[in-house]
């Protein structure tokens, strides 16, 4: 089984509408991360959280928010999708050195 | 976190070895400096860091010269699969820094026949 999931893999949504990315992890870090990805660009950090009391808002945080339930559970939700949040969304959990990535989460935003 | 120079795009041939070039002038002295790679559309994959000396591991070797202000990653012998975007970051290894990684348009490796 994968040490990172998310949920759903793909979505299509249209906007206005609310979305909320789920992500999962088996490996016990307390350290999670969403970022997103534009074709053809790096990622963006999001949101970041250091255990489950502690949020923080990453470069691009702005129509977004995120919930942390859990040490292994940290959703992100968009509350009125618009089309240019359009991209590939990435959950990351680490170590003191090192990050790990789940699959992504593919949103189109109509 | 210091910035990172890196070549738009490689080519190399599959079983030749890799060695993508990373240049990182204004490094600090406890920035360490990590690669990681993305293959189309997937999650980035950690592969290797360090601080000063040279570093093996099963995926790879890491290069830094003296001077700390450039760095070469080396895949031995590249496969097709190898053919991903690689990045090269550097950054506080966490502690006083929350951990962020700073991704830039990283290097192209395109492994051929």
């Known amino acids: 089984d994968a040490d990172v999931t998310q949920t759903p893999r793909n979505r299509i949504t249209k906007t206005g509408k609310r979305i909320m990315l789920e992500c999962s992890q088996t490996k016990g870090h307390d350290r999670m991360y969403w970022y997103r990805q534009d074709p053809g660009l790096g990622l963006q950090l999001i949101y970041y959280s250091f255990d489950v009391k502690d949020i923080n808002k990453g470069e691009i945080s702005d129509g977004y928010s995120v919930s942390r339930q859990a040490q292994a559970k940290f959703s992100l939700s968009l509350e009125s999708a618009i089309p240019n949040q359009t991209a590939l969304y990435f959950c990351a959990t680490s170590t003191r050195d090192t990050q790990y990535f789940g699959p992504g989460t593919r949103l189109t935003v109509l | 976190d210091a910035k990172t120079t890196q070549p738009p795009s490689m080519d190399c041939a599959e079983g030749r070895a890799a060695n993508l070039p990373c240049n990182h002038s204004?490094?600090?002295?406890?920035?360490?400096v990590y690669w990681y790679r993305q293959i189309h559309s997937q999650g980035p994959q950690y592969i290797i860091h360090g601080l000063k000396n040279n570093e093996t591991n099963e995926m790879a070797s890491l290069i830094i010269t003296e001077d700390r202000k450039s760095s070469t990653l080396i895949l031995p012998h590249a496969t097709l699969r190898d053919t991903a975007v690689y990045y090269c970051?550097?950054?506080?290894?966490?502690?006083?820094?929350?951990?962020?990684?700073?991704f830039g348009q990283g290097t192209i490796l395109t492994v051929h026949p």
């Open positions: 204004t490094i600090s002295g406890n920035e360490y």
């Open positions: 970051i550097v950054r506080v290894a966490s502690g006083t820094s929350y951990g962020k990684l700073t």
